[in-house]
């Protein structure tokens, strides 16, 4: 089993709709977990991190599932620049933070 | 400048020869990281520094990966003998001691033909 999975996708959606993606870990130890974008071609960025009460940013709501071991990010009101491979980003405490494979998403007019 | 830099951007190359990518982390960041990206693929990692620790290098894939880290800044990736599967994007990020909060150069897109 991989350390993080995602679901590829892509999820395709119109314009306005809301949109959820999980991503789940593997490790029960691990401590930090964050969600990056990633546009075609260019280089990961930070979205934001996830807190264990959840967190909100604009659109975005980022929640965190110990006990089933998961991570999810909403994004309501989809806009066309929403568009982009999400990654999540898990801390397990040790060597390197550990990325998922992304899922894509990709908003329709 | 402010942010993470590497270079080269892009790289073409024969297969068994070496190559040498760069990376320039944010000034002060003590945590610097290499991870590559294969086309369509999540982020693998290779290595990991942290200040004046021993480099974590669990990730590199062989023997023929190298890396270091001169005077807690900039960081050198070594590939030796290249093969046409080291074919992908290196990208180098660094943070504010361990956490999540990376920045991410623009990466190297190397080819090996």
């Known amino acids: 089993r991989k350390e993080v999975e995602q679901d590829p996708g892509p999820f395709n959606v119109p314009e306005g709709a809301t949109v959820a993606f999980n991503c789940t870990y593997s490790n029960s130890a691990s401590q930090s977990f964050f969600w990056y974008r990633q546009d075609c071609r260019k280089e990961p960025k930070l979205l934001m991190s996830?807190?264990?009460s959840g967190n909100e940013d604009g659109r975005f709501t980022a929640q965190l599932n110990r006990a089933s071991q998961y991570i999810s990010l909403l994004i309501r009101d989809s806009k066309l620049s929403d568009s982009a491979t999400y990654l999540c980003v898990v801390d397990t405490g040790r060597r390197a933070l550990t990325f998922g494979s992304g899922t894509r998403l990709q908003v329709q007019p | 400048g402010a942010g993470v830099s590497q270079s080269p951007s892009n790289k073409v190359t024969e297969k068994g020869k070496d190559v040498e990518l760069r990376c320039d982390p944010i000034?002060?960041?003590?945590?610097l990281y290499w991870y590559r990206q294969s086309l369509g693929q999540g982020l693998e990692f290779l290595i990991y520094f942290q200040g004046n620790s021993a480099p974590d290098k669990s990730g590199l894939p062989s023997d023929r990966f190298s890396a270091e880290r001169t005077g807690g800044s900039v960081s050198t990736l070594t590939i030796q003998r290249t093969q046409q599967e080291d074919s992908a994007v290196y990208l180098c990020a660094s943070s504010l001691q361990r956490q999540g909060f990376f920045h991410f150069g623009a990466g190297t897109r190397l080819s090996v033909l």
């Open positions: 000034s002060g960041h003590t945590a």
């Open positions: 996830v807190y264990s």
